[in-house]
């Protein structure tokens, strides 16, 4: 397969709205990065997702749509193929140049060891409206196998780093509503998810102040960290595993978790100090210790959590992926639009060392227009 422009799409478990971002790749080596966007969630279509993602904590059947999750689907089927339509007309290109799109659908559900894993959005439908080939439903064969179906960026994090200027091994480091590591140091990539990311940050400032998220880290530079209960959350057998593993975004529910009566600033500290923390015990699991550490996702704009990082990865080097010339912002967006070639080449997506499934595994669903 020659070089393709491919658009990726992502909504993650932050809730926070949908990325866009266009690369052309060949499924293997990416040969130019295009425009990225950003269409936010309002607080009432975040507050739909949330409904969403209690109503699908339930599901026995990844297929069963009804109620809040018919609606959710309807929904997030039509804001991705809106901030497509727009992302297109606000850069000028013509959607006959784009192959594919890569679209992610948003995780209501992931319980891997019941070979479960649940996104919503109608690929097939997008791919309708768009007139556009769409790759989509990417973690469903891998679990199938047995494997965690997360995390699947990986590859492409082993894309970016390979020829990456900086000491390596490297550990590339997405800080969404959960965080996942991926360390790169030649061969096939290792990787896992390593504890909750901005999830309990941003459902502790919610539910205390209504805010949807610690901006820029203010009230957890504020705050003093809870060491002891860093320690006991660590406790969990969860942090002991190997990888690869995987968590659902509401394994650790901070309701579920016996939280002290924190201030908001203590609180906001305490829980960045437990996602800085759990990023540093998974450095026993991996190989051998990166020395070189690029941040990406919602948390690379959160300076007090990228402090608190560098302070507990040392001595290796912590640095946003906008610093080293990536997107912290796009770079999952753009995975998905990779995932998507490599899916429609027949490519791998998934390892045994990225997701503990038995053997390469390719993945992800192709619908016509």
Known sequence: MGIIRAIGLMSGTSLDGVDVALIETDGERIAGFGPVGYRPYSDDEQALLRRALLEGASLADRTERSGVLAQAEDFVTRVHAETVEAFLDAENIDKADVAIVGFHGQTVLHKPAERLTVQIGDGAELARRLGITVAYDFRAADVAQGGQGAPLVPVFHQALARDLARPHPIAVLNIGGVANVTWVDGGDPVACDTGPGNALIDDFMRARTGAPLDRD???????????????????????????????????????????????VANGAATLSALTAASVARVVQ???EPPRSWVVAGGGARNPTLMRLLAQRLAPATVETADAVGWSSQSIEAQAFAYLAVRTQAGLPITYPLTTGVKQPMTGGVIAKP
């Open 285 to 287: 699991r991996l190989p």
């Open 217 to 263: 880290g203010d009230e957890a530079a504020r705050g003093e960290i809870d060491e002891a209960f860093v320690e006991r959350v660590l406790a969990h057998a969860f942090f002991d595993l190997p990888c690869p593993k995987s968590l659902d975004r509401n394994a650790f529910a901070f309701t579920n978790m016996g939280l002290p009566d924190f201030t």
